[in-house]
């Protein structure tokens, strides 16, 4: 086996992917005069890095478990006035991770409150933050499931650890008292480590309702709101905005 063939046994076994496809490339230059050495392997290793970080990003996005793939560049602000856009796009800068601060989104459905956190998220992901993202629904569902199993100590291990930890739909399904416990438990783990961004369609005063126990709700909610960033969205729902054109086209007809 030539050194050429070995060079690449060893690119691959150093799972170095795109020097590897690119050396060939690389060699010839150097043989042409056209690269120097230093600047080839210079080249090459800042194309090996690209990738590896285009990767890393990749699944980091992929293993947030999104709803959808929607940034900020999709959100139409003037549909939506009662946003103040500018606090919205300051989120980009990330500056609440560094801070750990929360956001919490209220608003009725259709809002823009899912599609706000996850862009928040996918920023988050995209400049290599651990980023999870569930509905309140499951995540209780998973946390009494390993309350069962005798491991939800592991289990609020896992979830404490992310950078961004995004709970969508508080609210829309009631919450039992169990499930409100098993709730206070991750975001009193969380507070003032990292970032917990919520979602509702409940305003805070109706908490105590929504679990069932005034103490535990406001348990929950101070921790939340401690050190937080909170966007009321009042505006109308985007999911019917084609409703009321069409009805307004037909009162025009
Ligand atoms: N201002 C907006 N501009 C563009 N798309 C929007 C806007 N508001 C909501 N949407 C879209 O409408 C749908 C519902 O929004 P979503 O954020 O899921 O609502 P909710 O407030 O109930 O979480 C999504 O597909 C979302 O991308
Ligand atoms: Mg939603």
């Known amino acids: 086996m030539n050194n050429y063939v070995k060079l690449l ?13 690119n050396l060939d490339n690389y060699i010839d230059l150097i043989n042409d005069n056209k690269k120097t050495l230093v600047d080839a392997l210079y080249e090459l290793t800042n194309q090996e890095l690209e990738f590896k970080n285009t990767k890393a990003i990749t699944a980091l996005v992929r293993m947030a478990g999104f709803p959808y793939y929607k940034t900020f560049e999709d959100f ?30 209220v608003g009725s459905p ?55 930890f995004i709970i969508d739909e508080v ?45 535990i709700a406001n348990a929950i909610l101070d921790r939340l709101v401690h050190h937080s960033h909170i966007i009321n969205i009042t505006g109308k729902s985007y999911r019917t905005k084609n409703l009321i054109v069409d009805s307004e086209n037909d009162n025009c007809n």
């Open 171 to 215: 609210g829309y399904l009631p919450i039992d008292i169990e499930g409100a416990n098993l709730l206070f438990q991750l975001i009193n783990k969380r507070y003032e480590k990292h970032t917990t961004i919520i979602t509702t369609n409940k305003p805070f005063g109706q908490w105590g309702e929504l679990f069932g126990d005034n103490m």
């Open 76 to 105: 139409d602000f003037s549909f939506q006035p009662t946003i103040n856009k500018e606090e919205i796009l300051d989120f980009k800068n990330l500056r609440f991770i560094e801070n750990k601060e929360n956001i919490l989104f």
């Open 110 to 164: 259709g809002v823009g409150k899912t599609h706000l956190a996850t862009s928040i998220g996918i920023q988050a992901a995209s400049n290599r933050h651990s980023t999870y993202f569930i509905s309140c629904h499951d995540l209780i569902t998973n946390l009494k499931k390993a309350n069962y199993e005798n491991r939800l100590a592991d289990k609020i291990k896992n979830y404490e650890k992310y950078s961004v």
């Open 9 to 21: 046994n060893n690119l691959e076994k150093l799972k170095l992917i795109k020097t590897k496809e």
